[in-house]
């Protein structure tokens, strides 16, 4: 099993950046599977992006495509997203989400991803 803390959400600017953090609980963060989903009020779940257990791969929405950055740190048992160039239409609660997995399929249904934080809110302002 393994727990998921986000932080790093806030307010900011259009145009501006902000860096998610995720910190994961358990001596076997490298067998798994990360991603980053969001919710925007009155819209559906989407996925952002993903990243292989060994941070090799990494996938992402056409929307973030160019302006974020998924990573991970193995030793600090850590996922981030890098967000740059953010606009109004990103503000949403962002999720991160694990689901077991060693091989390099990154899923991009929420269904497979057993694992959520709380969620962390990011508000653009135009």
């Known amino acids: 099993q393994v727990q998921l803390v986000e932080s790093g959400g806030g307010l900011v600017q259009a145009g501006g950046s902000l860096r998610l953090s995720c910190a994961a609980s358990?001596?076997?963060?490298?067998?798994?599977?990360m991603a980053w989903f969001r919710q925007a009020p009155g819209k559906e779940r989407e996925f952002v992006t993903a990243?292989?257990?060994?941070?090799?791969?990494?996938h992402y929405a056409e929307s973030v495509k160019g302006r974020f950055t998924i990573s991970r740190n193995i030793a600090k048992n850590t996922v981030y997203l890098q967000m740059n160039s953010l606009k109004p239409e990103d503000t949403a609660n962002y999720y991160c989400v694990a689901a077991y997995g060693t091989g390099n399929t990154l899923w991009t249904d929420a269904r497979n991803y057993p694992y959520w934080g709380q969620g962390t809110q990011v508000t653009v302002s135009s």
């Open positions: 358990g001596r076997t963060f490298n067998t798994y599977t």
């Open positions: 990243i292989s257990w060994s941070g090799t791969n990494t």
